[in-house]
């Protein structure tokens, strides 16, 4: 069953240059209880999307068109109050810095039963305002919400959950803050985690283990999980479907693991071929040539068309659309590629 369905999305920010179109037409869709991942270099638009799908664009930015359904019903239609209370509930999210996400006043424990709070009704001990019990009551200690939040610092592999959820965020080392994220993301059981590089700031070593706990809770929560990422290793490990994003569209999609053993848009090939492989350091490394153009106003049709050593005059002037490119809904924006394409 289709979970999020992201149609058409533009999102816009007016600059004195021009209009900036960093989300421009995506469609994308997640499914219950998969992983997706979207991948793709800085700049390419997808925090955009990210925060477009969670109703927080920061200003002046808006969305111009297109449409947000989760389960069906439209995101964009909803006011302000009722995505305040979709976030954290039905929908969480994951960012790359646990530190700007954490407030440093409040210990973690707490911040955990504060979500849990805020959008279950839980049962607690003294119904006074979560304010007050902090300063006043230490936080309601014994109620469920916290129970709740030690059990999820459990199920992150905290070590001492109960001891640990009276630490502040400075207390904890990367990975377990990025765990408690984590933690407070799946407090509420949300149907979909947004989780936008939410491993990069780790060692790869942590970050290997929190993307298997990760999908551990995927698993354990049923939470369908949109994943984005500029690592191909991560989005390759982890994912059941990736999209592949490039100057504020998705160019390629499809199954991750088919996808990854046979690319087939030119920039997903030139990404592939641009990061070096952990299993063969050997491999050859060619990054791809020029750069990342400039979002305002793309005058050519094809976005990857200067960059692209396939190009033809056609690319400059003509739209790809999605061609189906192998099995299970593996399609490529490329005129090219796919029926009507003159390249296998
Ligand atoms: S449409 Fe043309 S420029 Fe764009 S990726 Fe395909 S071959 Fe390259």
């Given at each position: 069953m289709t979970l999020l369905e992201i149609e058409g999305l533009r999102t816009q920010f007016p600059t004195d240059r021009g209009v900036v179109?960093?989300?421009?037409?995506v469609d994308l869709t997640v499914e219950s209880g998969e992983i997706v991942g979207l991948v793709g270099e800085s700049g390419s638009g997808k925090s955009v999307l990210a925060q477009s799908v969670l109703g927080i664009?920061?200003?002046?930015?808006?969305?111009?068109g297109g449409d947000v359904r989760l389960d069906g019903e439209s995101l964009l239609e909803k006011g302000e109050a009722e995505l305040r209370e979709l976030r954290g509930g039905r929908v969480s999210m994951v960012f790359q810095d646990p530190m700007n996400s954490l407030n440093p006043t409040l210990t973690v424990g707490e911040q955990i039963a504060e979500t849990v709070r805020l959008h279950q009704d839980v049962d607690e001990s003294v119904s006074l305002p979560a304010e007050v019990k902090r300063k006043?009551?230490?936080?309601?200690?014994?109620g469920e919400a916290w129970r709740r939040a030690i059990e999820m610092l459990e199920a992150v592999q905290i070590p001492e959950p109960a001891a640990r959820a009276r630490d502040y965020p400075h207390e904890f080392s990367g990975g377990m803050r990025q765990r408690a994220m984590i933690a407070m993301a799946l407090a509420c059981e949300p149907d979909l985690l947004i989780a936008d590089?939410?491993?990069?700031?780790?060692d790869v070593t942590i970050q290997a283990q929190i993307l298997d706990e990760l999908r551990d809770l995927k698993d354990a929560f049923d939470t369908s999980v949109l994943f984005i990422t500029h690592d191909l290793a991560v989005v390759a490990e982890l994912c059941d479907r990736v999209a592949v994003m490039y100057a504020g569209e998705i160019v390629e999609r499809g199954p991750a693991d088919e996808l990854f053993a046979d690319p087939r848009h030119p920039y997903t090939q030139g990404l592939i071929a641009s990061t070096p492989r952990l299993d063969d350091p050997e491999a050859d490394v060619r990054p791809i040539e020029g750069y990342v153009p400039d979002?305002?106003?793309?005058?050519?049709?094809?976005?990857f068309a200067p960059r692209c050593p396939e190009s033809t005059r056609e690319c400059f002037e003509r739209d790809p659309d999605f061609r189906p490119v192998g099995g299970d809904g593996h399609e490529a924006a490329c005129l090219r590629r796919g029926p009507g394409g003159d390249r296998p």
């Open positions: 179109h960093a989300v421009d037409g664009v920061d200003a002046p930015g808006q969305i111009a006043i009551l230490g936080a309601a200690r014994d590089e939410p491993t990069t700031a780790l979002l305002i106003d793309i005058p050519y049709a094809c976005h």
